[in-house]
């Protein structure tokens, strides 16, 4: 695939898979988004595909997301010459090949290690962002790293290389971890903080409720908090606080109905075990895995926030501050004002709030209200979008409503479950090159030339 924005994206993915096509060779990953999620859904476990793929209540904001793409359509034009292409962008002064960065998904371990019929438990978080991390590398396309990663943000940094990468920021109710995971993403490399607004506390995610599945109670999706030196200090405090009596052997997790050890109870204390630091077997005769679990759902973000308290955050770094979860004029005006230095228009990808509005539909009236708010001559904050983006032609819907970039989040991790870093890559590489066939359909060589005068508005 041609790197660095060069053109005919489009052209070069589909010819590969037309050519290994002839010697009976088919895509690594389908090409169809409904067909690439029934595929992992039949490789993930009941647990996993719930926590990937579910959303909120009944699902109608999942839905709202997805249908929403299909008001908006694109108006083809012909004879342009278009023969030469390019989805090279800029954005917070950084080169990149593509308007399409890897959103950040938590518990990101769940698509390779809950598989129907897989084992590799323990080694799984070494699947998981190492994978992502060798795509991204591989395209140059930015990584949002997630809070709830299952991998250490220095390790993926690593792994990264030069390759750019954000960090996700979920606001701890502790004001040492958050500084603690600015700190360290600034270390690490990370060029900007996106601070995740939607999730101060869970939404009502039905799926998981009726599997009684949370991964972050098994340990799962938390290295960034067990691998975090404020985090530890609470663990400890917490540890040193606990009476013996107060603390239960090994291997005797109770359900508190029955009294009894259950199946379930011991392998949860197997799974915090074996994802905390340290020898699995002598995590299971020490209170800190455990304890580490209680203090994580303890210090889990926090509803108390106003926009004042953006300045803070501010104050405590450099790096430039983006707000996910935008879905409403006023807040990105607000965001703006208290010291952000862009908004992402996002629902969380219908994960939080049943029945709620499309993020695509708030998309253009944010993209007014940021442009109308700043002050004339000056650089124009930048607006990303995320929830419901499967396919290339949505993100040129995107694009042309205004987002500067798109996140690309759950089609990705499908690719991981399908195919580990090949999946990831080749999900990418599909998207990118419809978005290129589209502009070229549409009439247009160069990202920065799409925009609503290409939709039937």
């Not at 988004?33 to 490789?43: E, K, V, W």
């Not at 695509?360 to 109308?372: E, G, H, K, Y």
Request: hydrophobic residues 45%.
């Amino acid at each position: 695939m041609p790197k660095n924005g060069e053109t005919n994206v489009g052209r070069t993915v589909q010819s590969a898979i037309y050519r290994d096509g002839v010697y009976g060779r088919r895509p690594v990953v389908p090409t169809h988004p409904d067909a690439l999620a029934s595929a992992a859904r039949r490789r993930m476990t009941r647990t996993a595909w719930a926590y990937v793929s579910g959303g909120a209540g009944a699902q109608r904001t999942v839905e709202a997301n997805r249908e929403a793409f299909g008001r908006y359509r694109t108006v083809p034009r012909q004879m342009v010459d278009v023969g030469g292409r390019s989805l090279a962008t800029t954005l917070l002064g950084r080169d990149l090949p593509a308007p399409v960065l890897f959103g950040p998904v938590g518990a990101l371990e769940l698509a390779v290690q809950h598989q129907r019929g897989r084992g590799g438990r323990a080694a799984a978080p070494r699947n998981a962002e190492p994978a992502l991390a060798a795509a991204a590398r591989d395209l140059g396309l930015p990584v949002v790293i997630s809070s709830q990663a299952s991998t250490p943000m220095e390790h993926t940094a690593t792994l990264l290389g030069d390759s750019p990468r954000w960090f996700q920021l979920y606001w701890s109710s502790d004001d040492t971890v958050v500084e603690s995971f600015v700190a360290r993403a600034e270390a690490s490399g990370c060029e900007a903080i996106v601070v995740t607004l939607d999730t101060h506390v869970l939404g009502w995610r039905t799926l998981d409720l009726d599997l009684g599945y949370l991964p972050f109670a098994r340990a799962e999706g938390i290295a960034q908090y067990l691998s975090d030196p404020a985090f530890r200090r609470l663990v400890e405090a917490r540890v040193a606080g606990t009476r013996p009596s107060d603390v239960a052997p090994a291997g005797a997790a109770q359900d508190p109905g029955r009294r009894l050890p259950t199946p379930s109870a011991v392998r949860s204390l197997l799974s915090m075990a074996r994802h905390h630091p340290g020898p699995t077997r002598r995590n299971l005769t020490q209170p800190y895995p455990r304890a580490a679990v209680e203090t994580f759902l303890d210090v889990f973000s926090r509803s108390t926030l106003t926009w004042t308290d953006l300045a803070w955050l501010r104050a405590r770094t450099t790096l430039p501050v983006f707000v996910k979860g935008i879905q409403h004029p006023d807040d990105a005006r607000a965001a703006l004002d208290h010291g952000a230095d862009g908004v992402i228009v996002s629902n969380h990808g219908g994960r939080q709030i049943d029945n709620a509005v499309a993020s695509l539909d708030m998309l253009a009236p944010v993209v007014d209200a940021v442009r109308a708010h700043q002050a004339p001559g000056s650089t124009p904050a930048p607006v990303l979008f995320d929830s419901g983006v499967r396919t290339g032609a949505d993100v040129f819907t995107a694009l042309a409503l205004g987002a500067d970039a798109v996140l690309l989040g759950r089609p990705w991790v499908y690719g991981l479950a399908l195919a580990g870093a090949d999946g990831v890559r080749a999900v990418a590489e599909h998207v990118l090159a419809e978005l290129d066939l589209t502009m070229a359909l549409a009439g247009v060589s160069a990202v920065d030339q799409i925009g609503r005068h290409n939709l039937a508005l």
